[in-house]
């Protein structure tokens, strides 16, 4: 099962929006893996690599950052498994 990090912050309507893209994958076995979520207003690094790109999935080493729809996500999900 693969590890979905999404880096959000509070209040970010584009992060809301990520997060329930991924879970309805999930939800409808559409992609097999978990989604954890790290706030990046807790980190001064993080604020400098993703402040202005949230939201931002990553698996592994690999990111897909916003804009995104519901086909390029589980196209993005789907090519990290190979």
């Known amino acids: 099962m693969q590890e979905i990090t999404l880096y959000t912050t509070l209040g970010c309507h584009l992060c809301d929006q990520a997060e329930k893209m ?6 409808n076995k559409l992609a097999n893996c978990r ?15 993703y402040g202005v790109r949230i939201p ?4 592994g080493d690999e990111e897909l950052a916003w804009p995104f729809d519901m086909t390029e996500l589980q196209c993005w999900i789907n090519l990290q498994r190979t």
Request: aromatic share 0%; hydrophobic share 55%; glycine share 0%.
């Open 22 to 27: 991924v879970n309805h994958l999930i939800a």
């Open 35 to 49: 989604l954890s979520s790290v706030e990046i207003s807790e980190d001064d690094r993080l604020v400098d690599l």
């Open 56 to 59: 931002v999935l990553a698996i």
